[in-house]
């Protein structure tokens, strides 16, 4: 890679991480124990579009990454994030939703979250299946992404409800909800 792309992309990285650390900041200020939500996708007909799709035990249709998270604290917010997940179907049927199953580790992002902020971020990972998308042909089932929407929005909720059940040590609890 040429220096200047070099630098620029690794400038572009600080800013990114800067930025990323100003809006935490001021949310853990407001709130004492905030949620990170860190969403990616992933494909699973790698063998190209007429293939099996990958084993669904390895593959889940939505897998949480919770590497870095203390279950001792926020395994109650997961299993509930998990269960609002699971609680939308996906073209008729109940989505396959695991914990730290394809990826072992957490990734750098997650990983840094923790680091800097311990216990006042929670950092789940979202990884999706590419079953709203024929992920060959690039077209999407906007069914499919409505139905994995209402899940997302539904999780988000019960996040909510969980974080103001819960508050962070010296904090009250909240009768209200955390903003979006």
């Not at 790698?46 to 249709?61: F, K, T």
């Not at 590497?67 to 073209?91: M, Q, V, W, Y």
Request: charged share 35%; net charge negative; hydrophobic share 35%.
């Amino acid at each position: 890679m040429p220096e200047r792309e070099k630098e620029l992309s690794l400038r572009l990285h600080r800013q990114f991480y800067d930025q990323v650390a100003r809006r935490v900041d001021e949310m853990i200020e407001a709130h004492g124990r905030i949620l990170v939500l860190d969403v990616h996708s992933y494909n699973h007909r790698r063998a190209g579009r007429d293939a099996e799709p990958d084993d669904p035990q390895l593959s889940p249709d939505i897998d949480l990454g919770a590497t870095t998270l203390d279950k001792d604290i926020f395994g109650g917010l997961l299993e509930r994030f998990g269960d609002a997940l699971r609680s939308r179907p996906l073209n008729g049927r109940t989505l396959e939703v695991g914990t730290n199953i394809r990826w072992k580790d957490g990734g750098h992002f997650p990983e840094w979250l923790h680091a800097k902020y311990g216990d006042a971020a929670c950092v789940i990972t979202l990884e999706y299946k590419k079953v709203f998308m024929d992920e060959w042909g690039r077209s999407a089932d906007i069914l499919a992404l409505q139905d994995l929407r209402e899940g997302f929005l539904a999780a988000v909720d019960e996040a909510r409800d969980w974080l103001a059940e819960h508050p962070a040590p010296g904090q009250a609890q909240r009768k209200d909800r955390m903003p979006a």
